[in-house]
T-cell receptor, first 116, second 115 residues
């Protein structure tokens, strides 16, 4: 079975540019979450989408946006890139909305963004 | 607010020695706790999870963790380290609020294994 797939795996952008990262969840999973992992730190929650609706948002500026499509895949968009946006962006999927009990997150390998 | 604190950003043990990675949690309600592992240039893999069914939780690759409410701890252990255990380990807690649910991660502990 295919796991969570993310694309691209690596990309380099310059300050002020825009980036779109893509995520395909495990088949049957309806929830997708996005996390940002800056080098040397733990992942930080950005968004949760469930059934195509935004259900939660972390402490990130409005330059960050996302959406979930009818097939439950998702895109993360970041506008006006800053040097500090350089990070590994992780996508995770789960069957349901909750992260408790039997409903665990399965993570993809991530998209590593470098902003110059 | 729920949170986790990992003690020690880097732990080094000899191959075959006991592995102990420390995690303390802060929660006003019974927490759902996790340990994830991250190998270089990879995503996060779930090692084990605590869901209040049992205080001693066994995970993959020989790891286990014990939930101690009196100490607010959820330390990760493995009796005998293997070279393949070298990785970054994250303790995490689940937080649910209104219509959303998220995982809050600790800052991570890098485990090195000496031959």
């Amino acid at each position: 079975d295919a796991g969570v797939t993310q694309s691209p795996t690596h990309l380099i952008k310059t300050r002020g540019q825009h980036v779109t990262l893509r995520c395909s969840p495990i088949s049957g999973h309806k929830s997708v979450s996005w996390y940002q992992q800056v080098l040397g730190q733990g992942p930080q929650f950005i968004f949760q989408y469930y059934e195509k609706e935004e259900r939660g948002r972390g402490n990130f500026p409005d330059r960050f946006s996302a959406r979930q499509f009818p097939n439950y895949s998702s895109e993360l968009n970041v506008n006006a890139l800053l040097l500090g946006d350089s990070a590994l962006y992780l996508c995770a999927s789960s069957l349901g909305q909750s992260t408790t009990g039997a409903n665990v997150l399965t993570f993809g390998a991530g998209s590593r963004l470098t902003v110059l | 607010a729920q949170s986790v604190t990992q003690l020690g950003s880097h732990v080094s043990v000899s191959e075959g020695a006991l592995v102990l990675l420390r995690c303390n949690y802060s929660s006003s309600v019974p927490p759902y706790l996790f340990w994830y592992v991250q190998y270089p240039n990879q995503g996060l893999q779930l090692l084990l999870k605590y869901t209040s069914a049992a205080t001693l939780v066994k995970g993959i690759n020989g790891f286990e963790a014990e939930f101690k409410k009196s100490e607010t701890s959820f330390h990760l252990t493995k009796p005998s380290a293997h070279m393949s255990d070298a990785a970054e380990y994250f303790c995490a807690v689940s937080v649910s609020y209104s219509s959303a649910s998220k995982i809050i991660f600790g800052s991570g502990t890098r485990l090195s294994i000496r031959p």
